[in-house]
């Protein structure tokens, strides 16, 4: 299984990133997909989370300003982000949810600064 996360960068604050998340190993269609984050010195979180036919769920932190959205066709997993600020600095991650620790990849750096 690998789940590619890709699209972090530096960004100034209000900027917008689209990250994407190419899977590989599992049958996409299948999974509850997801976006979790994990700053310096903090535990990680969940961000997003989206199913195949089930509604996107947000944390409240990001509730508003990103999107996440998926591509069957591609396994591929994207999450727009917008109006970034720089308390959404991290590395970004994509898992299965509920999470297998074994798919974690290596994530994209995020970094939200003037």
């Known amino acids: 299984v690998q789940l590619q996360a890709s699209g972090g960068g530096l960004v100034q604050p209000g900027g917008s990133l689209r990250l994407a998340c190419a899977a590989s190993g599992i049958i996409f269609r299948s999974n509850i997909m997801a976006w979790f984050r994990q700053a310096p010195g903090k535990q990680r979180e969940l961000v997003a989370s989206l199913g195949r036919f089930s509604a996107a769920t947000y944390s409240d932190a990001v509730r508003g300003r990103f999107t996440i959205s998926r591509d069957g066709a591609k396994s591929t997993l994207y999450l727009q982000m917008n109006s970034l600020k720089p308390s959404d600095t991290a590395v970004y991650y994509c898992?299965?949810?509920?999470?297998?620790?074994?798919?974690w990849g290596q994530g994209t750096q995020v970094t939200v600064s003037s």
């Open positions: 898992n299965v949810f509920p999470v297998r620790e074994a798919y």
